[in-house]
């Protein structure tokens, strides 16, 4: 069975920076691209950023503006997101995701997710 095990969140004050771990299992990690999404309560799930296997990465520049960083150890089977700069907005369940595709997280619906870690921002 494929897991995807989220951790690292946590209460932060504003312009605090935490770093989020996914831990796979089931899957063969290197070949999979792997990604993070987001919601925030009474809001849709949305796209943040994700990492291909090769490890090119895959992020909308005007979203991310710097505030955050992914990378993965394929020794570990963990992808991270570092966030940065934290702003009370980014308060959200911050979900990992799983792709074979080798062009990245390509659509809303990535084969695998996990079961969220809570960010949450103080002002």
């Known amino acids: 069975q494929v897991q995807l095990v989220e951790s690292g969140g946590g209460w932060v004050q504003a312009g605090g920076s935490l770093r989020l771990s996914c831990a796979a299992s089931?899957?063969?990690?290197?070949?999979?691209?792997m990604g993070w999404f987001r919601q925030a309560p009474g809001k849709e799930r949305e796209f943040v950023v994700a990492?291909?296997?090769?490890?090119?990465?895959?992020s909308d520049a005007n979203f991310v503006k710097g505030r955050l960083v992914i990378s993965r150890d394929n020794a570990k089977n963990t992808v991270y997101l570092q966030l940065i700069s934290l702003k009370p907005e980014d308060t959200a369940v911050y979900y990992c995701?799983?792709?074979?595709?080798?062009?990245?997280?390509?659509?809303?619906?990535?084969?695998?997710w996990g079961r969220g870690t809570q960010v949450t921002v103080s002002s």
């Open positions: 995701a799983a792709d074979a595709s080798i062009y990245g997280i390509t659509s809303s619906r990535p084969a695998y």
């Open positions: 089931g899957l063969t990690f290197s070949t999979y691209a």
């Open positions: 990492v291909t296997s090769r490890g090119d990465i895959q």
